[in-house]
T-cell receptor, first 114, second 112 residues
């Protein structure tokens, strides 16, 4: 009963390095999301994918790219990490279509950029 | 723009006392509304949702929420707080068929 799985759980990067955060869900959900959570800022949507093969920008997409690899997996890439990207990153999924569907979250990736 | 507001950054309650965490929404008509809870070092967990119908919605862990259309509020309540209820609570509403807007969060602290 895994739900949403994120890897890695922790990561420390140097400024300018790149990395990919992985997310997979086993609930056959159509929609997947990437958020960042910063103290005092709540959750901010980075990118989302309403269905396999589509991705759209959220509130704070700059500095990030995403790939919806298949229905299960949605990855987030930092091409050139900056200290401002130090945050906790959460992946979520929801389905089926409809505004009344709750989102299911992974336990996050804690990322520090030095 | 649609938004949800959580006017209190922190709520402190003694164990055994009733608790209320406040939320107001902005969308007109009958909205969909959610409450989530976040424990330390964990992701958000869905607690309950309002779609339509009864104004009192029951959810997980003994929580309930009261939808009040005239006050545009959706406050989270529990009759008797437990120390284990200490966590961060988020109110949320959909901004489209696919996206949800989250409030800024309220930290609930239950003292023994």
């Amino acid at each position: 009963n895994a739900g949403v799985t994120q890897t890695p759980k922790f990561q420390v990067l140097k400024t300018g390095q790149s990395m990919t955060l992985q997310c997979a869900q086993d609930m056959n959900h159509n929609s997947m999301y990437w958020y960042r959570q910063d103290p005092g800022m709540g959750l901010r949507l980075i990118y989302y994918s309403a269905s396999e093969g589509t991705t759209d920008k959220g509130e704070v997409p700059n500095g990030y790219n995403v790939s919806r690899l298949n229905k299960r997996e949605f990855s987030l890439r930092l091409e050139s990490a900056a200290p401002s990207q130090t945050s906790v990153y959460f992946c979520a999924s929801s389905g089926p279509e409809g505004a009344g569907q709750p989102q299911h979250f992974g336990d996050g990736t804690r990322l520090s950029i030095l | 723009a649609q938004s949800v507001a959580q006017p209190e950054d922190q709520v402190n309650v003694a164990e055994g006392n009733p608790l209320t965490v406040k939320c107001t929404y902005s969308v007109s008509g009958n909205p969909y509304l959610f409450w989530y809870v976040q424990y330390p070092n964990r992701g958000l967990q869905f607690l309950l949702k309002y779609i339509t119908g009864d104004n009192l919605v029951k959810g997980s862990y003994g929580f309930e929420a009261e939808f009040n259309k005239s006050q545009t509020s959706f406050h989270l309540k529990k009759p008797s707080a437990l120390v284990s209820d200490s966590a961060l609570y988020f109110c949320a509403e959909p901004s489209s068929a696919s996206k949800i807007i989250f409030g800024s969060g309220t930290r609930l602290s239950i003292r023994p």
